[in-house]
C-alpha cells in the first residue's frame, strides 16, 4: 500500500486531499500539532474506510521533525507522497503585521517545507506536492507578508525541481484561490467564506491532474 504523509492533515485542504488519496487505496499519514482535531480526522476517514494514521508534529521544530522522520522510517522505512500542506495566514495592511504574526508565516509555511523536504526527500519514492496558493503567484492588498511566505516556497519548489530532476520523484507546485476551510476563521479578510470553493473539490482536481508536472494552477 503507497503511504501519504500530509502535513496539517486535521482539517481544511490537508484532511480533503487525505479523503481523495485514502479512496484511491493509500495509506494516509496525517501530520499536524492539534491532537483532537487529528483524531477526528482520523475517525472521519476510518468510517469511510481509509486506511491512516497520524502523528503529532509541529513542522517549525526541526527537532520535532527529526523524531517524527524516525518514526516513519522505523515503522515503513520509505514513504511514497509527502504533501506539505500546512500553512498559515495573517492578513491586513503591512502596518499592522506583528512580528508574532511574520515570524509564524515564515516558520510553518517556508521553514516547516524547507525542513520536512530537506528531512523526507530521501525516503520519498514518487512525488513531493507543495501547497502553495495562488499568492506565490501575484501579490496582493493585505496580503504582503503572506503572499511573501508563499513566493519564498514557489521559489524553493521550482529550485528543487531543478536540483532533484534526476530522480524518479517528481515534484510539484500547487497553486489555488479561496477554500472553505478554517484558515478563515480567525481572519475578516474574506467576507463571505462558503463562496469559495469547498477543499474536496480543490483536492479532488489536484489529484486529477497529479501526473507529475511540475504545476498544477487550480482555477476559480
Ligand atoms: N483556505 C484558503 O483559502 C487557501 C487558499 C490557498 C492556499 N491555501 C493553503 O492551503 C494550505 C491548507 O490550508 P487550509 O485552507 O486547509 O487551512 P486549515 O484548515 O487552517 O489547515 C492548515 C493546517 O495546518 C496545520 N498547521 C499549522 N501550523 C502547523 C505547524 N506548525 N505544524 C504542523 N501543522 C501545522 C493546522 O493544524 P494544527 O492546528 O494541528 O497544527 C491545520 O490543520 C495552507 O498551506 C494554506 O496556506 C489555503
Not at 494516509?28 to 476510518?46: C, F, H, N
Not at 469511510?48 to 520535532?64: A, G, P, R, T, V
Not at 522505512?77 to 506583528?98: E, K
Not at 508565516?105 to 502553495?132: C, H, P, S, W, Y
Request: aromatic fraction near 8%; proline fraction near 1%.
Amino acid at each position: 500500500m503507497k503511504k501519504v504523509l500530509i502535513t496539517g492533515g486535521g482539517s481544511g485542504l490537508g484532511k480533503a486531499l487525505a479523503e481523495v488519496y485514502g479512496k484511491k487505496n493509500y495509506h494516509i499519514i496525517l501530520v499536524g500539532r492539534t491532537e483532537y482535531k487529528l483524531k477526528i480526522a482520523v475517525d472521519d476517514l476510518k468510517n469511510k474506510e481509509i486506511s491512516c494514521e497520524y502523528l503529532l508534529c509541529d513542522i517549525s521544530e526541526n527537532n520535532q521533525i527529526n523524531e517524527l522522520f524516525k518514526n516513519i522510517k522505523d515503522k515503513y522505512n520509505n514513504i511514497d507522497y509527502l504533501i506539505n500542506n500546512a500553512g498559515v495566514g495573517y492578513f491586513g495592511p503591512l502596518n499592522h503585521s506583528t512580528l508574532e504574526e511574520i515570524d509564524n508565516m515564515f516558520d510553518v509555511n517556508v521553514k516547516g517545507t524547507i525542513l520536512m523536504t530537506q528531512k523526507f526527500i530521501a525516503i520519498t519514492q514518487e512525488r513531493v506536492l507543495n501547497i502553495i496558493s495562488t499568492a506565490g503567484l501575484r501579490g496582493k492588498v493585505n496580503e504582503s507578508v503572506y503572499a511573501a511566505s508563499k513566493f519564498a516556497v514557489r521559489g524553493f519548489t521550482e529550485s528543487i525541481q531543478k536540483e532533484f530532476s534526476h530522480l524518479d520523484l517528481r515534484i510539484t507546485a500547487v497553486y489555488m484561490g479561496g477554500m472553505d476551510t478554517p484558515f478563515w476563521d480567525e481572519s475578516t479578510h474574506i467576507a463571505d467564506k462558503s463562496r469559495l470553493r469547498s477543499p474536496i473539490e480543490v483536492a479532488k482536481e489536484i489529484e486529477a491532474n497529479d501526473d507529475g508536472r511540475e504545476e498544477i494552477l487550480i482555477g476559480k
